[in-house]
């Protein structure tokens, strides 16, 4: 026991990706060295934790142990801080969290977002070094691998598994726990477990926040994975663009070796199990489970045809278990407090929790985690604190590239794997991305085809050209050369993509295209019929004619036009020379009135 | 058949010379990782910090250190995005153009970048001062619109503060 006391105060500082681009590691340097100047650092300590989801807010900083949050801290508030906060008690009201035409929120547990979410996963968000594994195990971490092994047969794991309930979180929604007795039913030696960070989905990264905040989870559930199918060794697949988490994995596995809760005989119980990372190169299509595999063995990335399935047959040929980020981390709390809690919280088809990552159009941007079956209204409302600048809400894009589009009208389908697909989105990773009416769903549309067709590995031909010719009619439509029957054509293409491709990408790379003709037919009628874009964003169907009765002559068209094309003087309505305009659309994004068209 | 002399012209372009003296320094890493043929992505990324990119010459000396086929180690580097054959500029654009990021603006921020630098995504400018790429999702969502200068992250980004940024990369 050290002589020292422990410090009565923690600045939990956030050290995502998110907050240290916007300075959270300045911002560490500076409140220790004014926290040093008056002599206070035994008394309060700053931590750096992992990702709190929170990212638009960056830097955020929680205060233990009264809990009080906050939020855009800069290191010229570092003095201020400890001033106020640590030396006189007194909240330093200008850093706390404030939402438009609201009272300011000073604790952490009272702020919508954090207050109406249930973690899980994300148990340790914020209340951890990410770095220490010291941390990790003061939260009942290794505790769960610790009761596997001495208590449980790898059998009983599987049924525990089985009976939580627990479906896989990238994607397809596979029971973990079935997918893992196939695996252990295979008697060829070696077995691999093999964990898919490969979190591709554009507007998704909680997978990036658990293995940047919490890494350790994941290994534990990776070996209790190990032990459960038979594999002593374990590849974690990250991609390239998380260097951060590819340093934090790579420290929690050595961490991990010292204390001998990884390697040969961990905790004196027989059992090995090592880990490897393997950092990606740049490929969406390796979030696919045959893909991955090919990667791993140093090979293009592209999926083969199933079966045999990866637990028969994965990497090297070896059975293969494979689960994503999300579905390890939940491993943990089922064993330690049984399938029996896991299974009550949930839907009826899904249990436990799912980490959304809210983007796009919404107030508070960030990771949210919540119990399926909440509704996707209150996901977007209650948690995300709806829409900004007073705009309508349109749309909510879910399940990233091989998804749908939401309609407005459908806000209050409830999130579980099943409705999702019924609605014509799925569940995917968890990406949610929230469009306002400023959005064209066609030109949205044409985003995701073209993300496909770059993606696309090019093995089988539906998917490598299907999707350009779809690319090429989305693109006639949205620059104005559409015809009657493209929408009809583009529905039977898009049909024919998702029944005849090879994999998962391919299988599903229509689905923004035919959800939202499915829901937005009106503007994809607009674009072909009336030559116009009612979203105002293709550039190519737009007027350019300000609106006489909407115009309030306030010039702020004609100060932020770049091209001079703007003629305004006061208490003039203003008008646009054709001949000048570049249709870069910066006079439409700064009319408050919508009165250019 | 414009278009195949084009791309033809482009392939001849590439043979370029590394000198002898250079291409030794590959042996460390083909010491790394000989006889595991699965850590090829490994040694490439090795290869490319060592050189910057990933020329005939560098993928055919790993492919005969590591024993592959050099037309494997070609249809590697070609398939991943993180691989480059061609020499890049001194500072690397990132921008990214996922659904976050797209749905905030981002492809306003690359028109004006376009307009700019003069070069397209996936090009480098001729004074060897810009690459351009255009990134799917940074995992930055909360700070879309995002862009990489390099190892700097840029986000919350206003189209308006485009040219003032890229003015700060010489």
């Known amino acids: 026991m050290s002589a020292k006391p422990l410090p009565r105060m923690q600045f939990m500082l956030c050290a995502g990706t998110g907050c240290i681009a916007s300075g959270s590691l300045d911002l560490k340097t500076a409140m220790e060295r004014e926290l040093k100047k008056r002599n206070l650092q035994d008394e309060a300590v700053v931590v750096m934790t992992g990702c709190n989801g929170f990212c638009a807010m960056g830097p955020i900083m929680a205060v233990y142990p009264d809990g009080i949050f906050y939020n855009q801290v800069k290191p010229e508030h570092a003095p201020l801080i400890v001033e106020e906060h640590v030396l006189k008690g007194r909240v330093v009201p200008q850093l706390l969290f404030k939402e438009e035409g609201k009272d300011q929120i000073p604790l952490m547990k009272d702020i919508g977002f954090f207050g109406l979410q249930r973690v899980i996963v994300l148990r340790n968000r914020g209340l951890i070094d990410a770095e220490s594994i010291d941390d990790y195990i003061a939260r009942d971490g290794y505790a769960a691998l610790g009761k596997v092994l001495q208590e449980m047969s790898p059998e009983d794991v599987i049924e525990e598994i089985k009976k939580s309930g627990l479906r896989g979180r990238g994607g397809g929604g596979f029971p973990t726990g079935l997918k893992w007795e196939e695996c252990r039913k295979y008697s060829s030696f070696p077995k691999y477990t093999v964990c898919n960070g490969d979190e591709g989905d554009p507007g998704a990264f909680m997978d990036r926040s658990v293995m940047e905040g919490d890494p350790h989870s994941v290994l534990e559930g990776m070996a209790i994975s190990g032990y459960a199918i038979g594999a002593e060794k374990g590849f974690i697949y990250v991609r390239a663009e998380y260097p951060l988490a590819i340093a934090r994995l790579q420290k929690a596995i050595d961490d991990a070796k010292d204390y001998g809760l990884l390697g040969a005989n961990i905790l004196d119980k027989g059992f090995d199990f090592d880990i490897e990372i393997y950092p990606g190169a740049g490929a969406f299509v390796c979030g696919e489970s045959t893909a991955l595999m090919y990667s791993i063995e140093g090979k293009r990335g592209m999926p083969r045809i199933k079966p045999p399935r990866s637990a028969e047959a994965g990497l090297w040929n070896q059975p293969t278990n494979l689960n994503n980020v999300e579905t390890f981390a939940n491993i943990n709390p089922i064993i330690l407090n049984g399938s029996d809690w896991f299974s009550s919280i949930g839907t009826e088809g899904s249990k436990g929790t799912k980490v959304f990552a809210l983007t796009g159009a919404v107030t508070n941007v960030g990771l949210v985690e919540v119990p399926m079956g909440t509704s996707l209204k209150q996901l977007i409302f209650d948690i995300g604190g709806g829409i900004p600048k007073k705009r309508k809400f349109k749309a909510a894009q879910m399940g990233g590239p091989s998804g749908g589009c939401i309609p407005a009208d459908m806000v209050d389908v409830a999130i579980d794997y099943e409705s999702l697909i019924e609605a014509g989105a799925m569940m995917g990773s968890g990406g949610v991305v929230v469009m306002d009416n400023s959005t064209c769903m066609v030109d949205t549309a044409r985003f995701f085809v073209d993300f496909c067709v770059d993606e696309s590995c090019g093995k089988c031909i539906p998917c490598r050209e299907g999707l350009k010719v779809m690319l090429e009619k989305l693109t006639d439509i949205v620059e104005g050369r559409g015809e009657e029957g493209d929408v009809e054509f583009l529905m039977e293409l898009g049909q024919h993509i998702n029944d005849t491709s090879h994999c998962g990408l391919g299988k599903s790379a229509a689905s923004p295209v035919l959800s939202t003709i499915r829901y937005f037919r009106h503007e994809y009628d607009a674009h072909i019929r009336e030559k116009h874009c009612p979203a105002l964003v293709c550039p190519s169907l737009i007027d350019f004619v300000v609106m006489e009765e909407k115009c309030k002559k306030c010039g702020l068209c004609y100060r932020n036009c770049p091209s001079d094309a703007i003629i305004w003087e006061k208490k003039q309505v203003a008008r646009i020379d054709t001949t000048k305009c570049t249709r870069c659309r910066t006079c439409i994004q700064n009319c408050k009135f919508g009165a250019i068209r | ?170």
């Open chain 2, 1 to 170: 058949m414009k278009e195949r002399d084009d791309i033809l012209k482009r392939k001849v372009q590439k043979v370029e010379v590394v000198p002898p003296e250079e291409l030794a320094k590959l042996d460390e890493i083909i010491d790394r990782y000989e006889g595991r043929p699965s850590y090829l992505i490994p040694a490439l990324k090795d290869a490319q910090e060592m050189f910057g990119y990933l020329p005939m010459e560098v993928q055919r000396k790993l492919a005969s250190g590591l024993n592959i086929p050099s037309s494997h180690v070609y249809g590697v580097v070609t398939f991943y995005s993180f691989f480059t054959i061609e020499p890049r500029g001194r500072h690397t654009l990132r921008l990214c153009l996922g659904t976050a990021c797209y749905v905030k603006g981002s492809k306003d921020i690359l028109d004006i970048i376009v307009k700019e630098v003069g070069i397209n995504v996936g090009e480098t400018s001729e004074d060897g001062r810009f690459s351009l790429e255009a990134v799917r999702c940074l995992g930055a969502c909360g700070l879309a619109p995002v862009m990489l200068i390099g190892e700097d992250t840029h986000g919350n980004m206003d189209p308006k503060d485009t040219t003032k940024i890229l003015e700060g990369y010489q």
